[in-house]
């Protein structure tokens, strides 16, 4: 499992490295949805497991309901209270992870 931990992403048009995705603290050191190298989109983010989400306690996360559209938006990670919390104290809570919402590392591109 130790060789899982590091994941090196590279361009699917450049081919350059963009970012390593660390899977046993559950992120991804990449801020855009471009690569920083040619530019072009990169691809959308898969969601991320229930495990990968209670790794990122204190970590934000990009959720998007499945049911609507009122609740996308970043929100942090809060295992305590098993809740992803957004700025204004909404919340999912985390039982409901994979039915109501799924979280991504980062903000997935609109269709
Ligand atoms: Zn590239």
Same mark, same amino acid.
């Given at each position: ?36 190298? *040619?530019? #072009?989109?990169?691809? /959308?983010? +898969?969601?991320?497991?229930? &495990?990968?989400? =209670? ?24 295992? *305590?209270? #098993?809740?992803?919390? /957004?700025? +204004?104290?909404?919340?999912? &809570?985390?039982? =409901? ?15």
């Amino acid at each position: 499992m130790e060789a899982k931990g590091r994941t090196i992403m590279s361009c699917e048009y450049c081919n350059k490295e963009y970012g390593i995705y660390h899977k046993r603290n559950g992120y991804m050191l990449i801020e855009h949805n471009f690569c920083p190298m *040619c530019g #072009k989109p990169l691809k /959308d983010p +898969e969601p991320l497991t229930l &495990e990968e989400l =209670k790794e990122r306690d204190g970590k934000p996360v990009y959720c998007v309901g499945l049911d609507n559209n009122c609740f996308n938006g970043w929100c942090l990670v809060n295992i *305590c209270e #098993k809740k992803v919390v /957004d700025s +204004e104290g909404d919340y999912w &809570e985390m039982v =409901k992870y994979g039915k109501l919402f799924v979280c991504y590392d980062r903000e997935p591109k609109e269709d």
